[in-house]
């Protein structure tokens, strides 16, 4: 029986092994970015007593957007000590905790009836647990112990509309990004197809979402022939996604525009062969990183739009995350073995998710460089 401070949670099956470890990642969410106190936080932190409050808020600096934790010139969070544990935490319980501190890296989304949940892969602990299973990721439902309800992420209003067949809907999604007797790029494009041919359904029928079997049908419909595949011209692409790549860097230590030209031209020479390398060796890393992200982002409603425009964002996203991979196998002529990949999935995911501008960049780049491209002309090019 559910107790009632239990929750009903669907998501990725690795979610139950995660534990924080601060001491396996050097407490990698506590240094480099901006770590926000919420007004509740806030609230709970000024009612402490006198000098224990004093002590609290010399930690505290008041900014623009509104409070945060002060940092040293490292970017290391003040409140973590020595041993590398969170002296807030350790002082008051985790209750005084912002909801950032409590909730990272889960990312939840509350619905009427139960919790999605899955993990973000800037936390290293759960990108080793999430993408290195050579097995599909799994989902499942469970029914846990509730987490505080201001840390979970209101879904979009859109998402929440289609709250009873989301599930399938995601189910299907992601068995297209599973199906491994196809390369990535082919379920990509697979996943493209679905989801307009499955837009065009569900704006003409009442922006309702249609069961599991005519989902299963939509997407066999729309299943791309290997033979014709056809990419626009690797120097084309490459030189995009060099000028991506370098635009979310913003042109900072070695993806400065200068080297990752010379990287694209390196691997203009020897694209097929490196994707293939790199598919032959981590593709299932590469498969648990789309799968994860699709779920985690609520594809395909996680950002205005449409279902195809929402598509072009997760697959340049996901270009964004795998040619970083492909440009150190470029640079160092061998595929990079798992340590690197890990460690280069972290560094990109960290662009992507805590940084404003490269999530502006790339919504910017879906609208004005592929608006009027579908599913198959947008792949060729990216
Ligand atoms: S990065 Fe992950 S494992 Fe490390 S301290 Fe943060 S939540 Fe814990």
Request: hydrophobic share 40%.
């Amino acid at each position: 029986m559910p107790e009632q401070n239990d929750e009903r949670v669907f998501g990725p099956a690795y979610l139950w092994d995660f534990h924080c470890d601060g001491a396996a990642c050097g407490c990698r969410c506590c240094r480099g970015w901006r770590i926000p106190v919420d007004m509740a936080a806030w609230e709970r932190l000024a009612r402490l007593k006198s000098k224990a409050r004093k002590a609290v808020f010399a930690n505290l600096t008041e900014k623009e957007t509104g409070w945060e934790t002060k940092h040293d010139e490292d970017g290391t969070c003040a409140f973590l000590d020595g041993n590398g544990l969170c002296s807030l935490q350790k002082a008051h319980g985790e209750d005084y905790l912002p909801d950032v501190c409590d909730s990272f890296p889960r990312v939840s989304y509350r619905f009427s009836g139960l919790v999605e949940r899955s993990l973000a892969m800037t936390c290293p602990v759960a990108a080793r647990l999430a993408l290195l299973p050579e097995s599909p990721m799994r989902f499942e439902e469970q029914t846990t112990e509730a987490r505080r309800i201001s840390s979970a992420i209101r879904p979009p209003m859109e998402a929440l509309r289609c709250e009873n067949g989301l599930r399938a809907l995601q189910l299907q999604m992601i068995a297209l990004l599973q199906d491994r007797g196809q390369s990535l790029r082919l379920r990509l494009l697979h996943l493209g197809r679905f989801l307009a041919a499955l837009e065009a359904r569900y704006r003409t029928g009442r922006n309702k979402l249609p069961d599991a079997a005519e989902l299963a049908a939509c997407a066999k419909n729309v299943t791309p022939e290997t033979e014709n595949w056809q990419r626009a011209s690797a120097y084309t692409r490459l030189r995009y996604m060099a000028g991506l790549v370098a635009e979310l860097y913003e042109a900072e230590e070695e993806y400065n525009p200068i080297r990752l030209n010379e990287l694209a031209s390196l691997l203009a020479d020897r694209e097929a062969a490196s994707e293939e390398a790199l598919q032959a060796l981590h593709g299932h890393i590469l498969e648990n990183l789309a799968v994860n992200e699709l779920f985690l982002r609520l594809y395909p409603f996680a950002c205005a739009g449409g279902f195809l425009d929402n598509f072009k964002l997760f697959a340049l996203r996901f270009r964004a995350a795998e040619f970083a991979l492909l440009l150190e196998a470029a640079g160092k002529n061998t595929t990079p073995d798992e340590e690197t990949v890990l460690l280069l999935l972290n560094s990109i995911m960290e662009k992507l998710d805590h940084n404003r501008e490269a999530d502006k960049t790339l919504k910017r780049r879906v609208a004005e460089d592929f608006q009027d491209l579908d599913a198959d002309e947008f792949l060729a090019f990216i």
